[in-house]
């Protein structure tokens, strides 16, 4: 028996034959009612940001049209009440453990980018101090999947502080820590996708360098 470590609830993970007969068994962190809160993105979704119950192009997603860029992004989950809750406390209350509920998921959604690089979205020094580690890059190494430190982020009002509106118009506070290869393909790798807008920046300044190829990926939209 273990806990679930959203409702501390104690609960019996589950094994299947194949599972048992390959000596592999995967972690389980929360409890089957805890999941179950979790939507997955279904079929029906903007085609090019994964945006649920868009069954054409949204919003956002002509915005990004409008200006010459180009969105090719997926993501998992949908952003509902228990994924706010989930990253108020992963992110915002510094429980650093639950970072580890989602990588069963990350690491069977990153096979399909094995050719690609990925990069993970950076936090500010200041976010880095306060608390204590980046969420997006701590997801991925409980996924045991490699990746990037590639950009560097100013400090500035959090995104998830702002309207829509000013996250739109939000300016270039990111910058390159090295070097980029032209000749490689990249995944931006982002906790949550909202407008688009954190994501853009990046990809601006891989563009910028000349790089070809760019898909992005997000647990939640």
């Not at 509920?101 to 979205?121: E, G, V």
């Not at 739109?168 to 949550?192: G, K, N, W």
Request: aromatic letters at 12%; hydrophobic letters at 30%; charged letters at 40%.
């Amino acid at each position: 028996m273990k806990s679930c470590l959203l409702c501390d609830k104690e609960f019996k993970r589950s094994e299947d034959f194949r599972e048992l007969i390959l000596l592999k068994t995967k972690e389980e962190w929360i409890c089957k009612e805890c999941k179950e809160k979790f939507e997955a993105i279904s079929d029906v979704h903007c085609p090019k940001c994964f945006k649920d119950k868009e069954e054409k192009e949204c919003k956002d997603c002509k915005y990004w049209s409008k200006k010459g860029n180009k969105v090719q992004h997926e993501a998992l989950y949908r952003y509902n009440e228990a994924m706010k809750e989930y990253f108020k406390r992963y992110k915002f209350e510094g429980d650093r453990l639950l970072g580890t509920i989602f990588a069963n998921d990350i690491k069977k959604a990153m096979k399909k980018y094995k050719s690609y690089t990925i990069l993970t979205t950076p936090i500010s020094h200041e976010k880095k101090e306060e608390r204590g580690f980046n969420q997006v890059s701590t997801i991925l190494d409980y996924a045991d999947i490699k990746y990037k430190n590639l950009f560097k982020k100013e400090d500035s009002l959090a995104q998830s502080k702002k309207r829509r509106v000013e996250r739109l118009q939000t300016s270039q506070h990111f910058q390159l820590r090295e070097d980029v290869s032209t000749e490689e393909r990249y995944l931006i790798f982002d906790d949550i996708y909202t407008t688009g807008k954190t994501i853009e920046l990046m990809k601006r300044l891989l563009l910028e360098k000349g790089v070809k190829e760019i898909k992005t990926f997000s647990i939640a939209r």
